[in-house]
DNA sequence: GTAGAACAGTTTTTT
DNA sequence: ACTGTTCTAC
């Protein structure tokens, strides 16, 4: 089984005892290494109930298990071994963890969580509450009040920190921040709901109790931690309970490919990981699988300029290929057609779509890219972004589930009532109230008093949530279909794009069909929500092609064998929204890094001169665009550089004075006469 | 109190 | 372009 290894990958499978470093540089085999690890601990005899992986996506786990049983093969009457491994994100199992010994904390198991934009809207409705918007000076708005918070707890430092390092403009703000956040406390814990902070917090909590703490801990012999470079100081310590002195933990990373440091993740951890575990065995891993020589030459210069980092040099044995391409394009228009020509050209030659692959910076980077597939009806699939469960209707439609699986969410409880014609935020908290104190539905009142507009649908809904709400509510999928006949009218006369949306909600309730759980089917969706819409519509089938949009964060672990880099201008690459400090900058080096590091065989960097930096709307102003700074000529030389296209006709503008001919507008004029 | 219109300010990456 | 806020008419 451990032929195929090289020496450094052998001895991180073999490695035996205390903590264990595996740094492992972009292509060199990591997953590989990691599944050969899992497969020789089960070989060895531990029992895969006792082994703990925790990935950054779900979907890594399942993949990296997938392998598992590959190298074990098949035990023809048993369960796969590796099926019974603890495998998933931090938030995952710390749900599944906190659901069997939360009781042990006070916690009561029937509670829900609450996503990225309820946590908002909750924090907005304190906000009001507490008259924090008063104020002369503009208290920050919900999404930031979000992230401090969010900072604070993941980073484990004080607000004022948090404030002075990240968020410099709010610091006037710091007692308004503190009030907010004590009372944020406490209307979670009233509502029974936990945010995706908590979960976390209250592992740690959980692993730092005597009740609880030495039971989760004795259920694991092996823990296992993937980009180990994008945890947080949150996640370290919490690892640091699960694993006292760094006994049975290996963590895995690359600190060249940190690319989460905005949402509080630390390079520190990685880089400091030695010291802070006395007796880690470090392993380096720099022979790179994937990328021909040409490619790595040109990915190790971009990284070499990082500031701070674990100095490796990737080498490869692959046979040599084409230069990596480096694309003047005059416009965003050329820079589409240009990259549009390349992806079918190399389909022609026998490369599937779905081999190759469009990265960006940000989501709306790919919109003229998506109009013009759109146009030629080219599939595509695209990952981050806006994604499906952010929308206002399948948010809506949640809500509903989420009330009955929990009276006492008042968000969800206020979100749906809201949706009753005549029926604000104030007449919305009235009807809820009896609900939320008792935490059932039996208090509601047909005949309560409703606006007269709400009259006919406050029966319906009464009678929904009876049903639903019920001890023995119908199965999940009947569920879905009960609450989408009340909500179907509803959604139509609130929002545009009817069928769309309409649609969006059938799929849901397709969606469900897999689950037995409404908790579950919650849980799953919060935690980890489809990744593009088409996602939904199922696992697609081999013979589908399609191309992959995706942005550079979400391309992290994949690879392909054509890569486009699309807008490698300064201002995107590295973006102008970062506060420009070293370290940030360094982490926008980084993510161009994560992205050329994705190329197999082709790679293509191309950066328009000249775009409208925003949906142009009244005055939208086209920027003159440099080249990223990443890119410097000694980097540059490892590129082939090229115009898109050199000979491309440009017609000659018309003179300032002539703006449509004159026999043309004498034409339009003569209309009115 | 609610709903819709008018206006103003922001615009990344995600568990 | 989009979201959030304020104003105004029911």
Known sequence: ?????????????????????????????????????????????????????????????????????????????????????????????????????????????????????????????????????????????????????????????????????????????????????????????????????????????????????????????????????????????????????????????????????????????????????????????????????????????????????????????????????????????????FVLGRILERREQGMDLRRQAVLFRASHHSLQLEVELGRRGIPFHKYGGLRFVETAHVRDLLAFLRLAENPRDLLAGTRVLGLLPGVGPRTARALIEPVQRTGSFEGWDTAAKVPAAARAQWQALVALYRELGGPRPPALPVQLHRIRTFYGPLCEERYDHVTARLRDLESLEQLAAGFTERAAFLGELTLEPPRSTQDLAGPPSLDDDYLVLSTIHSAKGLEFDAVYVLHAADGNIPSDLTTGTPEEIDEELRLFYVALSRAKRHLAVTFPLRWFDRPAGVGGRHAFAQLTRFLPPPVAAAFELRAAFPEAPRPALPPADAFLLPELRGALKAFWN
């Open 1 to 337: 089984m451990l032929e195929a290894l090289n020496d450094q990958q052998r001895a991180a499978v073999l490695h035996d005892g205390g903590p264990m470093l595996i740094v492992a540089g972009a292509g060199t085999g990591k997953t590989t290494t990691l599944a050969h690890r899992v497969a020789q601990l089960i070989a060895q005899g531990v029992p895969g109930e006792r082994i703990l992986l925790l990935t950054f996506a779900r979907r890594a786990a399942a993949e990296l298990l997938r392998r598992v049983d590959g190298l074990l093969g098949r035990a023809a009457s048993d369960r796969p071994a590796s099926s019974r491994v603890w495998g998933g994100t931090f938030h995952s199992v710390a749900t599944r963890l906190l659901r069997q010994h939360g009781e042990r904390i006070g916690l009561h198991p029937s509670f829900t969580i609450h996503d990225r934009g309820d946590s908002e809207d909750l924090l907005d409705v304190l906000r009001a509450e507490l008259e924090l918007g008063r104020g002369k000076r503009r208290f920050p708005r919900k999404g930031t009040c979000l992230d401090i918070y969010s900072r604070a707890v993941s980073s484990r430092a004080p607000v004022d920190a948090v404030l002075a390092r990240g968020f410099p403009w709010c610091t006037e703000q710091l007692d308004g921040l503190k009030l907010l956040f004590r009372t944020y406390v406490d209307r979670k814990a009233e509502q029974r709901v936990l945010d995706y902070d908590d979960l976390l917090l209250f592992f740690h909590a959980l692993l730092g109790t005597e009740a609880a703490g030495p039971a989760v801990r004795a259920q694991f012999d092996q823990v296992l931690v993937d980009e180990y470079q994008d945890t947080n100081a949150l996640q370290a310590e919490l690892l640091d309970r699960l694993c006292p002195g760094g006994r049975g933990l290996t963590v895995v990373g690359d600190d060249a490919q940190a690319i989460y440091g905005f949402r509080a993740a630390s390079v520190r951890n990685i880089l400091d990981f030695p010291e802070i575990h006395p007796g880690t065995r470090t392993v380096v891993l720099a022979e790179n699988y994937r990328s021909t020589p040409e490619l790595l030459e040109a990915t190790n210069r971009v990284i070499a300029q990082a500031r701070e980092r674990h100095p490796k040099e990737l080498w490869s044995r692959r046979p040599s290929g084409e230069r990596a391409e480096l694309i003047t394009c005059s416009d965003e228009a050329e820079q589409t057609e």
